[in-house]
């Protein structure tokens, strides 16, 4: 989780939203890839951390199936970044902090709880979850000029 919230850092730095992703192999420990948010300076609305990230992984791997893998993530998923961690087939969700107005996984959509959703990792939440939420709050508060 200190890799994605470096992630996390450098997106902030670069002026986008601070969200950073990592995913990791677990049974080596190997960070397979990592990504931060990029929508403003990609132009690209679906460039989140998460879709970045598993978009770098399913390169590397040469596989779109990310199965057995986990997914670190400073917030938590909204619903179109659920909707590809379940098609990537992704084993394992650890994310920081919540998102009550835009999450995906135990807010809002609630994407994994779906009847329709045909893969469903295992999730874990509140890991850093007090250092995301600072890094957030800090970029927001630093954007309204407060």
Known sequence: MRIALAEAQAAADAGETPVGAVIVDPTTGEVVA???N???GTHDPTAHAEIRAIR???ERLGNYRLTGLSLFVTLEPCAMCAGAITHA???R????ADDPKGGGVVHGARVFD???CHWKPVVASGVLADESADLLRGFFRARRGR
Do not use: D, E, H, N
């Not at 969700?93 to 920081?96: A, H, K, N, T, Y």
């Open 34 to 36: 990592k990504a931060g």
């Open 38 to 40: 990029a929508p403003i």
């Open 89 to 91: 087939r992704i084993g």
């Open 93 to 96: 969700l650890v994310f920081g």
């Open 114 to 116: 779906q009847p329709t």
């Open 56 to 58: 770098l992984a399913a």
